[in-house]
Protein backbone atom coordinates (compact mmCIF):
# COMPACT_ATOMS: atom_id res chain seq x y z
CA UNK A 1 0.00 0.00 0.00
CA UNK A 2 1.40 3.32 -0.94
CA UNK A 3 1.95 6.21 1.76
CA UNK A 4 -1.04 7.90 -0.04
CA UNK A 5 -3.45 5.60 0.36
CA UNK A 6 -2.47 4.79 3.70
CA UNK A 7 -2.70 8.50 4.73
CA UNK A 8 -5.93 8.33 2.97
CA UNK A 9 -7.21 6.05 4.74
CA UNK A 10 -5.75 7.25 8.12
CA UNK A 11 -7.67 10.82 7.44
CA UNK A 12 -11.09 8.52 6.93
CA UNK A 13 -10.45 6.73 10.09
CA UNK A 14 -10.29 9.80 12.33
CA UNK A 15 -13.04 10.71 10.55
CA UNK A 16 -15.14 8.27 11.41
CA UNK A 17 -13.40 7.59 14.78
CA UNK A 18 -13.92 11.53 16.05
CA UNK A 19 -18.01 11.02 15.00
CA UNK A 20 -18.16 8.03 17.16
CA UNK A 21 -16.29 9.89 19.82
CA UNK A 22 -17.77 12.72 19.93
CA UNK A 23 -21.20 12.21 18.76
CA UNK A 24 -22.52 9.02 20.03
CA UNK A 25 -25.61 10.58 20.76
CA UNK A 26 -26.65 10.30 16.44
CA UNK A 27 -26.88 6.74 16.66
CA UNK A 28 -28.55 6.68 20.19
CA UNK A 29 -31.23 8.76 19.00
CA UNK A 30 -31.78 6.56 15.68
CA UNK A 31 -29.92 8.55 13.11
CA UNK A 32 -26.44 7.65 11.90
CA UNK A 33 -23.88 9.47 10.27
CA UNK A 34 -21.33 8.38 7.19
CA UNK A 35 -18.49 10.27 5.61
CA UNK A 36 -19.75 10.80 1.91
CA UNK A 37 -16.64 12.24 0.35
CA UNK A 38 -13.06 13.38 1.23
CA UNK A 39 -11.35 15.82 -0.75
CA UNK A 40 -7.61 16.10 0.77
CA UNK A 41 -6.03 18.72 -1.46
CA UNK A 42 -9.13 21.07 -0.72
CA UNK A 43 -9.20 19.91 3.23
CA UNK A 44 -12.72 19.37 3.09
CA UNK A 45 -15.28 16.67 4.10
CA UNK A 46 -18.66 15.66 3.17
CA UNK A 47 -20.62 13.64 5.53
CA UNK A 48 -24.33 12.20 5.50
CA UNK A 49 -26.76 12.35 8.14
CA UNK A 50 -29.31 10.14 7.76
CA UNK A 51 -31.74 7.98 9.49
CA UNK A 52 -33.62 9.65 12.73
CA UNK A 53 -31.53 12.62 11.73
CA UNK A 54 -33.35 13.50 8.37
CA UNK A 55 -36.22 16.26 9.51
CA UNK A 56 -35.07 16.33 12.81
CA UNK A 57 -34.97 20.37 14.36
CA UNK A 58 -31.81 20.11 15.94
CA UNK A 59 -30.04 18.86 12.59
CA UNK A 60 -28.79 22.45 12.32
CA UNK A 61 -26.90 22.10 15.64
CA UNK A 62 -25.57 19.27 15.07
CA UNK A 63 -23.77 19.73 12.08
CA UNK A 64 -22.60 23.05 13.50
CA UNK A 65 -21.09 21.19 16.20
CA UNK A 66 -19.26 18.94 13.92
CA UNK A 67 -18.38 21.46 11.57
CA UNK A 68 -16.39 23.17 14.79
CA UNK A 69 -15.46 20.82 16.53
CA UNK A 70 -13.56 18.83 13.84
CA UNK A 71 -12.26 21.65 12.15
CA UNK A 72 -10.62 21.83 15.28
CA UNK A 73 -9.44 18.55 16.10
CA UNK A 74 -8.39 17.37 12.44
CA UNK A 75 -6.14 19.70 11.24
CA UNK A 76 -6.57 18.60 7.55
CA UNK A 77 -9.89 19.49 7.56
CA UNK A 78 -10.98 22.80 6.51
CA UNK A 79 -14.48 22.92 5.50
CA UNK A 80 -17.54 20.59 6.61
CA UNK A 81 -20.65 19.92 4.36
CA UNK A 82 -23.49 17.48 6.12
CA UNK A 83 -26.58 16.49 4.16
CA UNK A 84 -29.58 14.79 6.00
CA UNK A 85 -32.59 13.10 3.78
CA UNK A 86 -34.14 16.25 3.15
CA UNK A 87 -32.53 17.04 -0.26
CA UNK A 88 -31.50 20.62 1.50
CA UNK A 89 -28.00 21.06 1.66
CA UNK A 90 -27.49 21.78 5.92
CA UNK A 91 -25.30 24.61 4.33
CA UNK A 92 -21.81 24.32 6.17
CA UNK A 93 -19.78 24.81 3.01
CA UNK A 94 -20.07 28.39 3.49
CA UNK A 95 -20.39 30.61 0.32
CA UNK A 96 -22.35 27.83 -1.95
CA UNK A 97 -25.22 30.39 -1.43
CA UNK A 98 -28.94 29.00 -1.56
CA UNK A 99 -30.88 29.03 1.17
CA UNK A 100 -28.34 27.64 3.03
CA UNK A 101 -28.46 28.82 7.04
CA UNK A 102 -25.92 30.33 8.19
CA UNK A 103 -24.14 29.67 12.01
CA UNK A 104 -21.56 31.49 13.97
CA UNK A 105 -18.07 30.64 14.71
CA UNK A 106 -17.88 29.57 10.30
CA UNK A 107 -13.72 30.65 10.68
CA UNK A 108 -11.47 27.67 12.16
CA UNK A 109 -11.55 28.81 16.13
CA UNK A 110 -8.28 28.74 17.11
CA UNK A 111 -7.04 31.78 15.02
CA UNK A 112 -9.81 34.39 15.17
CA UNK A 113 -11.94 35.12 18.96
CA UNK A 114 -11.99 32.05 21.30
CA UNK A 115 -14.74 29.87 21.85
CA UNK A 116 -17.09 32.19 22.37
CA UNK A 117 -17.86 32.76 18.34
CA UNK A 118 -18.48 28.77 18.33
CA UNK A 119 -22.60 28.87 17.79
CA UNK A 120 -25.42 26.75 20.08
CA UNK A 121 -24.31 23.35 21.65
CA UNK A 122 -26.41 20.41 20.55
CA UNK A 123 -28.87 20.11 23.39
CA UNK A 124 -27.64 16.45 24.35
Do not use: W, Y
Not at 61 to 88: C, F, H, L
Amino acid sequence: MNTETEDANDLRERITNFLRRNFPQIQMHGGSAAIEEIDREDGSVTIRLGGACSGCGISPMTIQAIKTRMTKEIPEINEVTARTGMEQQEGMSGGSGGMSPSFPGESRGGDVGGDEDEGPEAPF
